[in-house]
Structure formats: C-alpha cells, structure tokens
C-alpha cells in the first residue's frame, strides 16, 4: 500500500506528459494495449471431522488493456477482466472456492459459503477512465482500482475489486502525495463476501457494478428510520489521504475514509527504515477506528429495529492497532509483528472491523485469507482479539538464485470468547472458536524460465482452530497456486 501511493502521483504525471499526441486519431492509433493471464489452482481441505467438505478451484484469468496516448495531457484507458473455470470445477457448489468467479451472493448465511454459490465464468470492463495532469495534479475519473488502506482493490483472487469514480493525485508539496478519492459503486470479489454487520444483499455478483451500500446490505440502513427495507443506496464513499516523506528514514500516512451514512474509518501509520553496516533495521505502528454515523447510527438506535435489540447491539464501534519490528540481513528479513482489535460490547459486528469498500489491511494475517464460509480465523481484525506473527523471508539470490524468495510465517489469534462466540448477525459463525494457530509457507519465483513478465508462486496454509466443544472442526490445510504473465 504506502509504496504504490507514495509513488502514484509523480508516475502518473509524468507518463501522461510524454509521447504526447497532435490529434484524437493519432492519441488513439499512438496508443498502447497491455494485458496479462493468471492461471491458479487452490484447495482447502478439511480434517476428516470437518465442519465443511473439502474445495478447490482450477481458475484461468485474463486482462486486456488499452490505453491512448496523450493528447492536450488528457489520456483514456479501458481494461476487461475476465475468469473462467474452463468446465475443471465441481458442480457442487460446496466443493468450489467460488470467491474467484461470478459466485452469486444468495444472501446471508443460508449456505455454507459467505461467499455465495456459484463457479461460473465472467467478464467485466473493470476499467473505463479519462486521466489528465495538470501541472503537478493527477485527476482520474470512471472506472479504476484503488489502493488505500479501507478502500482496496484486494487483489489476490483472480479479477481485482474496480471502482467508478473520481481521483485526484497531487504532488505539489515537496515530499508529500495528496490523494482525494471518491467511489459510487464497486465491482469485485469483495462486493459478494459479507463485509458487513448486515450480511450481503442477495442476487448481487461480482461481475455487478452496485453500490456500495447496497453490495454489503448497508442500503437497507442508509435513511435512518430503523426498518431495514427501504434505501437501496446512499452517496459512495470518499477517501482522502496524504504520505509524507520528507525525513529520512520515515513514511508518514494520514487516511480517512467515510462510507457516506454508514461509517467513519480513520487510519494513521509510521514506518522506519535504517541501514547499520549489512544490516537493515525497520519497524512500523499503525492505528484505526470505525464508528456507525448516518443512517447507520440512527438505525442502530431505533426502537423498530427488534432483531438489533434481541441481540443488545447498539453500534459498531472498533478499534485496531499494529506495530512490528524487524531486520535483514545477507538476503534474510525476520519480522515480528502484533494486532489488536479492541472488543467493544453491544458491537454488531462482534466488536470487530468490516470493510464495506475493500479488504483490510494487516502485518498480522495470512497471506491469502481462506476463501470458504467468511471465517475470519486467518485475520486480525475480530472483536477482542490479541495477534501475533513471527514471519522469515529469504531471497535466494544471496546464494545465486536469483529471483527465487522463500517465507515461512507463524500466526496466533487469540480471542475472547464473549465476542467470538456472540453470533450477533453474523449467524454463519456457529463454532466460535476462541484461539487460532497458523503456519504458511510460500516461494515466489519472479521470472520463471527467464520469461519477461512472467512468475509464479505457490502458498501453503496449516489452520489449527479452537473449535467449541461439540462441533465438527474447522481445521484445514490450503493450498495456492498462481503463475503470472504480464505482456
């Protein structure tokens, strides 16, 4: 995240300033098509007890872009995603990781995965925008991916979460990005995975553009009265952040995001990072809130609202916080790092974080969250919850393979039960399990068979949970694999 932003203003101006072009037909016949494919396989696995069947998925990605060249520093681009599942899935839905596909959100927790039910392929014009720079100021507006910590692209599966909406990028403080960003609708992975106390809204897919509001089920809180059926949207979300980096050494970030008559999510982070003789030393805090305003708030609070007051929710108020520590070595990083989210009574959402506009970010998380039921026992952001890493990566190329990188990670979620056990809305969380232990293991290989824009990974995930007593496991062991081409 803070290395993509802080660099994004002053590399957007200055390739929207060359190969500038005299005519619309030259801008168009001057410019570029880009593109890459993913292929990625994925299983997860359940001990012989499990709580689920065992899925996987075989996916094939693709990425097609085209892009004008400038002209009077104006610039467009259009890029279509698409994923297929080539016929190599399971027709039982149970059995498929279907967060890589069209999956169809049913609603709620009527299924085994939170995620919906379908594996079907999809296309989508994921992005469609005009950008222009002007002097020292980056406006880009349509259809496009965002970065910020509570407003994410979140691209791990196979099809990024796109956005339409309007940014603008400056840079003309020394040392310093400015970002303004604001998003109306969203498309992705993320607008079917129940990001929200209120579960998801049914029949909505990932190859929809909806709103915000409405892809997370927010749309039935937005007008306050109480009764969750009555707007179906509300104003987007705006997000607006700065970077500063003018002493050495440090990153400084500032970034609040408002879902508009949902939430409020503040985010404030400090990196440093130093060199002693071979040795690099660097460490990091970061710390964010959430809080229900609007809407939301009325909602939570009105007397109508009988299933919040069975429950004794009154709000979703959270609060979490990070550091970590760590040095390298000769091609060898060892980081350790630690999560708290705060549990807060009466909380919704278990007193835990949601993220109606993207993924969360963390240092205390698997590297691919587990894609099957919504079970969060591979992140931190729980009510209540104490988490630790203990993480060492390796590049090979101290040892002359070059391009090859290795890491090994050790997490542990340690919970209190009186959250993780409070289904509150979210009824798809029946075992409550109170301690989480994790082990992954990855290589990345960066340009495999000396192929340019080519590489490849794979990820392994061993998750030891705290079941309660009487229910099934939910143990299992993941496997990734993923090979890139770009072109």
């Known amino acids: 995240m803070t290395a993509r932003l802080n660099m994004v203003g002053a590399s957007l101006l200055m390739s929207s300033s060359l190969f500038a072009a005299d005519t619309l037909s030259a801008a168009i016949s001057e410019g570029k098509f880009s593109g890459g494919m993913r292929a990625l396989y994925s299983s997860s696995d359940f001990a012989s007890n499990g709580a689920f069947e065992d899925r996987y998925a075989v996916a094939a990605g693709f990425r097609l872009s085209y892009e004008t060249a400038p002209l009077y520093g104006i610039q467009a681009k259009a890029s279509l995603y698409s994923v297929s599942s080539m016929g190599l899935n399971s027709d039982n839905p149970n059995k498929v990781d279907s967060v890589y596909f069209e999956n169809a959100q049913h609603g709620g ?79 992705g992975p993320d607008m079917v995975q129940s990001n929200s ?11 929809d553009f909806v709103s915000i509001s409405k892809g997370t089920a927010f ?32 990153v400084l970030q500032g970034w609040f995001t408002r879902v508009w008559d949902i939430m409020d999510m503040p985010h404030l982070q400090i990196d440093y990072s130093t060199k002693i003789g071979d040795v690099g030393l660097f460490a990091g805090a970061w710390w964010a809130s959430q809080k229900a305003i609007g809407g939301t708030k009325d909602t939570l609070d009105h007397p109508v609202t009988q299933v919040l007051i069975d429950h004794n929710l009154k709000n979703i108020t959270a609060y979490h916080s990070e550091g970590k520590l760590g040095a390298s070595y000769k091609g060898a990083t060892v980081t350790l790092a ?31 969250q587990s894609p099957h039921f919504g079970y969060t026992d591979t992140s931190s952001f729980t009510g209540g919850t104490n988490s630790y890493l203990v993480g060492v990566e390796y590049d090979f190329a101290s040892v002359g393979v070059n391009d090859l990188k290795g890491e090994v990670k050790y997490l542990n979620f340690s919970r209190d039960n009186k959250y993780s056990a409070d289904r509150g809305l979210l009824g798809y969380k029946p075992n409550a399990f109170e301690d989480t232990t994790a082990y992954e293991a990855s290589l990345d290989y960066k340009t495999l068979f000396g192929i340019k824009g080519l ?21 299992h062991n993941d496997l990734r694999v993923a090979v890139n081409l770009a072109f």
Do not use: C
């Open 109 to 187: 927790s009527n299924t085994q995965s939170v995620y919906g039910t379908s594996a079907d392929s999809y296309a989508v014009l994921g992005e469609a925008y005009l950008k222009a720079a002007f002097g020292k100021t980056f406006v880009q507006v349509g259809r496009m991916e965002i970065d910020a910590p509570f407003a994410s692209s979140h691209d791990i599966y196979v099809v990024p979460n796109t956005f339409e909406a309007a940014q603008i990028v400056n840079v003309n403080i020394p040392n310093t990005t400015l970002v303004l960003a604001h998003a109306t609708k969203m498309s």
């Open 338 to 368: 630690y999560a708290n989210t705060k549990g807060i009574d009466d909380n919704a959402a278990r007193g835990g974080f949601v993220a109606p506009v993207g993924g969360n970010p963390s240092w205390v998380r698997a590297r691919y």
């Open 219 to 250: 749309n039935k809180l937005s007008d306050g009265d109480g009764r969750l059926d009555t707007e179906d949207d509300n104003a987007g979300a705006t997000v607006v952040g700065g970077i500063y980096t003018g002493v050495p050494g440090f």
């Open 455 to 475: 590489d490849g990974g794979v990820t392994f995930l061993s998750v030891d949970n705290d079941d309660a007593s009487g229910q099934k496991s939910t143990d």
């Open 197 to 207: 106390f209120a579960g998801s809204s049914s029949g909505i897919k990932a190859s």
